[in-house]
């Protein structure tokens, strides 16, 4: 079955560290997505790509970045880790524009400190 | 920019319908969608309406979508205790497939 994975599932950084946080779907989707979720806050988009080599800035980009060198991977990642960054972060993928179902992964807890 | 605002609980005791509702400001939208998230787990999609409808039923779930109001409304019927969650409001316009999601509203279930 299809499916999207995201590792690790758990991570502890210390602040000022670059982080990366994989994303891998086998939908062979051509949108995806990544989110934090935080209390009060619920999902925030952070960056996301339309296509290979296609990446754009969401509503809280700052201190994050993405590359799309396949179709499969959008790794995000996380120049110089800070405490703020401490959040759980989701990514997700759909088919076509206009789709109607994002199917998103298990979630990475990630703990800077 | 867009906004979508929902209340952050909800208590409802088993066997109730439960009305968990949800406002956007974004006229734009196209497609509005109703989300679960279980305990340590992603999201996956309840339902969902377009824009130019104003009800949906789905088994136990009815979605009622006020556009001029622009009021979104997920009623759950003979609520359950696997109905334990927390559920995301969504949307999201033609050409620009970003989702916007609310806050959330965990929904727990009285015995």
């Known amino acids: 079955d299809a499916e999207i994975t995201q590792s690790p599932r758990h991570k502890i950084t210390e602040t000022g560290r670059q982080v990366t946080l994989a994303c891998h779907q086998t939908w062979n989707h051509n949108n995806m997505f990544w989110y934090r979720q935080d209390l009060g806050h619920g999902l925030r988009l952070i960056h996301y790509s339309y296509g290979v080599h296609d990446t754009n800035k969401g509503e809280v980009s700052d201190g994050y970045s993405v590359s799309r060198s396949n179709t499969e991977d959008l790794p995000l990642t996380l120049e110089s880790a800070a405490s703020s960054q401490t959040s759980v972060y989701f990514c997700?993928?759909?088919?076509?524009?206009?789709?109607?179902?994002?199917?998103f992964g298990q979630g990475t807890r990630l703990t800077v400190v | 920019g867009e906004d979508v605002e929902q209340s952050l609980f909800l208590s409802v005791r088993e066997g109730d319908s439960s009305v968990i509702n949800c406002t956007y400001t974004d006229s734009s939208s196209t497609y509005l969608y109703w989300y679960k998230q279980e305990p340590g787990a992603g999201l996956q999609l309840l339902t969902y309406?377009?824009?130019?409808?104003d009800m949906k039923q789905d088994q136990r779930l009815t979605v009622l979508l006020n556009k001029k109001d622009k009021h979104l409304s997920l009623r759950i019927a003979d609520t359950q205790t696997g109905d334990s969650a927390i559920y995301f409001c969504a949307e999201s316009s033609e050409g620009n497939e970003k989702l916007t999601f609310g806050t959330g509203t965990r929904l727990t279930i009285i015995p």
């Open positions: 309406i377009f824009s130019n409808m």
């Open positions: 997700a993928s759909t088919s076509d524009r206009g789709a109607t179902e994002a199917f």
